[in-house]
């Protein structure tokens, strides 16, 4: 695995590369201000200073492509879960649950994923997508609640896993405000928590000078993709949701 901090991951050209390098490869490059992109049959030219693309006539363009969830990488210890639940109703309603947890010395992060799935109906902290925010390494995990429901996941397409960070908001073409690119979030795993479709990732707490120090905070725009059955024929459509997150030093009293 790659070396933590982050730079020296990039000076020794492993895994952790920008989320705009160019080619389209597997997750692996060198870290560029600039890069080139094929999609389709044009080239598109990416530039990460402000998170939207222009061709090569300047022209800024609607589409973005945002960070993925990195490789696997070796940080700092996470003594934490922090689980997020969710679950449409028949009203079509979203339900989100949230819930953190340490990680005692005669358990495993699995043990205290499962404790809270099976709490979560009665044992939560925050409802909706109010008041995410990591202060400590942890291990991120979503669960889906409804049946046959299941998060986006293409072994082909590490690029583009069940969450991918934006430096800007969609729809909003007059905001100024810039996210930060993705330097915290590691190791995506999908699995089944009690029968139920689920991820994690590792969420270090850090920016890409390494784990975050004193009050420094980071925010994150990112869209995480569900795959919601059809009710006829068995197969699924590509769904999104989009919650913000922050993350927050050791000495950040916000």
């Known amino acids: 695995m790659p070396k933590w901090p982050m730079k020296d991951m990039r000076q ?47 022209k800024r363009l609607l589409q973005r492509n945002g960070g993925h969830i990195r ?59 109010d008041n995410m925010t990591w202060k400590a390494p942890c291990y991120l995990t979503f669960v ?22 934006f430096r800007r908001k969609d729809k909003v073409p007059s905001e100024t405000r810039l996210y930060a690119d993705n330097w915290a979030f590691f190791n995506a795993e999908q699995f089944d928590l009690d029968g139920h479709s689920a991820f994690r990732c590792t969420n270090y707490v850090s920016n890409e000078r390494g784990p975050l120090t004193g009050r420094d905070t980071v925010d994150y725009c990112f869209q995480i993709y569900l795959e919601a059955p059809f009710a006829i024929g068995g197969r699924h459509i590509t769904m999104l949701i989009d919650p913000d997150g922050q993350n927050q030093g050791p000495g950040c009293g916000c």
Do not use: M
């Open 144 to 165: 889906i609640e409804n049946q046959g429901w299941k998060f986006y996941w293409r072994e082909h397409d590490i690029r583009h896993g069940p969450i991918r960070f």
């Open 71 to 129: 490789e696997e990488v070796n940080g700092p210890p996470c003594r934490e879960v922090y689980l997020v639940w969710l679950k449409f109703d028949a009203t079509g309603k979203l339900h989100v649950r949230q819930k953190s947890s340490p990680i005692q010395a005669t358990q495993t992060h699995q043990d205290v994923e499962q404790i809270l799935y099976r709490n979560i109906g009665t044992q939560y902290q925050n409802t909706n997508f």
């Open 12 to 58: 020794s050209g492993a895994s952790a590369a920008s989320p705009f390098d160019a080619g389209q490869g597997g997750g692996r490059g060198t870290r560029a201000s600039r890069g080139f992109r094929q999609q389709s049959s044009d080239y598109i030219l990416f530039e990460p200073e402000d998170g939207f693309p222009v061709d090569l006539n300047g």
